[in-house]
């Protein structure tokens, strides 16, 4: 659910890539190359900078929902976050160096896991 939902990010932030870069082909067909584009085409870093803010905001999104929904009476367990990901396998500047996509699914698994049997009887999780 959560792989499905970065990887269409990631398509729609490669076709807005694409079409930024045909107006901007257009643009220089249109006027040259003399002055200042109208259009600016996002380098690859800009692309890796959202790449990585979308990731590490969408993670820290998972984690609010994990303990929203693992909430037992009023208490909202504590989820270290580092700590997590280090067990999921989960590193999203790994990810960027290597061009993969972080595995946001397993991470869920992860913290599902760690948390499913918080207010079940002494027991149920064995």
């Known amino acids: 659910m959560y792989n499905h939902f970065i990887n269409t990010f990631i398509d729609a932030q490669t076709a807005a890539w694409r079409h930024y870069s045909a107006v901007a082909g257009t643009e220089e067909r249109l006027f040259g190359r003399r002055g200042a584009s109208a259009v600016r085409v996002p ?4 692309i890796t900078a959202e790449l990585r803010r ?3 905001a969408l993670a820290q999104r998972m984690v609010e929902r994990v303990r929203t929904q693992f909430a037992c009476g009023g208490a909202r367990p504590v989820v270290n976050l580092a700590s997590v990901a280090k067990r999921a396998g989960f ?7 290597r061009g993969d996509v972080p595995d946001f699914d397993r ?3 992860v913290m599902e896991a760690q948390l499913g049997t918080i207010g079940a009887p002494a027991g149920a999780g064995k």
Do not use: P
């Open 107 to 109: 991470l869920w698994l």
């Open 91 to 97: 590193d999203i500047e790994r990810s960027l160096a």
């Open 43 to 46: 380098t690859t870093a800009e």
């Open 54 to 56: 979308v990731y590490t």
